[in-house]
């Protein structure tokens, strides 16, 4: 008896100790009961079987989220029928929600689309307060329109959905000399910043280089630094407006000139990116007491990690090759260099 008695107070004690931790025991923490209705598609090809799937997964990121106590689709749909409404996906308009949503004792209502744009899609959620019959809250993700891409917008946009707004963007202080005092500014969206890293200016970058230069009588091993700058970038091709370069070794050379690149971006944060480039310039130098200049033809790839405040770091290969003979005893004299770019973009 005594055990028996022991064991029953253990029980009370952990259940009153859930009771006392649980986010809806504390006041002011009560969790909202949502209605959730059919996803509605505009443009984009989907079986009803994948729409089915993609409502499921709605509901359940929105139940898993804790920010809301979610109405099972079966509860929807039972009480469209009653009304008398043709199915459970012609339930699309505000005022069809609203009135469903009420009757069911709910405090606000989802309208969910997924609407597609030119060759992606935006999928687009709206909060009501039923009460007010006024939108609260509203999120929209952007990206593929793959099954498997809308699955990934739906999941961002529940998290933006259940996340209080002192914490859905991150404020930074600007200097009062700027700004009028007590104003902030917000750091751009992620899909924004990623646009900025693969199409934004590099205004100046230094690349310390290393690497030699060979004919066929001689060999020189270099070492120095290339400037680039105003590299002007679009998405399939970069202009990188001035390249000039200065290396010594026994002798020394130096170019300057222009070059053209196509840009390969490896994430879609564009934190990533790699550059084959095609670049054109004059030179000049001296190997073994021999002095040459001339053209050059200058083919290169660069890999390069850019940070969120836009700075890039990376390591690259560029050769350089005469477009015609530039001294009868040196010949063609061809250049391969090692090169660390650092730099600044917008």
């Known amino acids: 008896m005594r055990h028996f008695q022991a064991r029953f107070r253990t029980k009370w004690l952990l259940a009153l100790t859930f009771f006392a931790f649980s986010p809806s025991a504390w006041p002011g923490e009560k969790t909202p009961v949502l209605a959730v209705f059919q996803l509605e598609v505009k443009g984009v090809e989907l079986a009803p079987e994948a729409l089915d799937r993609l409502s499921d997964f709605l509901l359940s990121a929105l139940a898993e989220s804790g920010g809301f106590q979610v109405i099972p689709r079966a509860r929807i749909q039972e009480r469209l029928l009653e009304q008398k409404k043709e199915s459970y996906r012609a339930c699309y308009d505000q005022a069809c929600q609203i009135e469903i949503g009420r009757e ?18 935006a999928f687009t959620a709206t909060l009501f307060d039923l009460r007010t019959a006024a939108s609260v809250k509203a999120v929209t993700e952007e990206g593929e329109c793959s099954e498997e891409a809308i699955v990934g917008l739906l999941r961002n946009a529940v998290q933006r959905l259940v996340i209080s707004p002192a914490h859905r ?25 990623a646009e900025q890293k693969k199409t934004g200016t590099e205004w100046i970058g230094l690349e310390p280089a290393f690497g030699f230069a060979t004919t066929t009588a001689v060999t020189e091993f270099l070492g120095g630094v290339s400037l680039r700058a105003v590299n002007l970038k679009w998405k399939y091709v970069s202009w990188n407006v001035l390249d000039a370069g200065l290396v010594y070794g026994l ?15 490896l994430d879609e944060r564009g934190e990533h990116q790699l550059q084959l480039s095609l670049g ?40 350089f090759f005469p477009a015609e003979p530039m001294n009868a005893e040196l010949g063609y004299p061809v250049s391969a260099m090692l090169t660390v770019p650092i730099g600044w973009s917008s």
């Open 251 to 265: 002798g020394m050379f130096f170019h300057v000139g222009s070059r053209l690149g196509y840009p390969l971006h």
């Open 169 to 193: 963007t991150r404020e930074i202080r600007v200097d009062s000399g700027s700004q009028p005092q007590g104003r902030t500014s917000t750091r751009l969206p992620a899909e924004d910043l």
């Open 280 to 319: 054109a310039a004059f030179g000049s130098g001296e190997l073994d007491s021999h002095k040459f200049w001339g053209f050059f033809v200058a083919p290169g790839v660069r890999y390069t990690y850019h940070t969120d405040c836009g700075f890039f770091l990376g390591i690259g290969l560029h050769a």
């Open 104 to 121: 069911l004792a709910a405090e606000c209502a989802l309208s969910a689309k997924i609407i597609k744009l030119g060759r992606r899609c």
